[in-house]
Nanobody
Framework: QGQLVESGGGLVQTGGSLRLSCVASGRSIAYAGMGWFRQAPGKEREFVAYTYWIPGRTYYADSVKGRFTISRDDTKNTVYLQMDSLKPEDTAVYYC????????????????WGQGTQVTVAS
């Protein structure tokens, strides 16, 4: 069984930046599509960003496009989410996940999830 562990969350002011990391253990992320999702209190988990195993093929939710950047380092078995120009509405628990099959923007397409890391953006 593999495991995904997120880190890098915290409290930041509006306009600030954070870099989230997701380290996989017990399994390789090479050739795996990896996604970031987030869940705010009282809301459903929503898609944020996705990277195919092919370098450069990335996709973003409209709400974060131009502000967030997903990247991966397969040699470190790690996926990153660089978050810039943060807004209060970005406040949520952020999860990384490994895609099994299906549409990348749907949670049911993923079979491994991390425990999440809290991001809070103060206004």
């Amino acid at each position: 069984q593999g495991q995904l562990v997120e880190s890098g969350g915290g409290l930041v002011q509006t306009g600030g930046s954070l870099r989230l990391s997701c380290v996989a253990s017990g399994r390789s992320i090479a050739y795996a599509g990896m996604g970031w999702f987030r869940q705010a209190p009282g809301k459903e988990r929503e898609f944020v960003a996705y990277t195919y195993w092919i370098p450069g093929r990335t996709y973003y939710a409209d709400s974060v496009k131009g502000r967030f950047t997903i990247s991966r380092d397969d040699t470190k078995n790690t996926v990153y989410l660089q978050m810039d120009s943060l807004k209060p509405e970005d406040t949520a628990v952020y999860y990384c996940a490994s895609r099994r099959s299906g549409s990348y923007w749907i949670t049911s397409s993923y079979d491994y999830w991390g425990q999440g890391t809290q991001v809070t953006v103060a206004s």
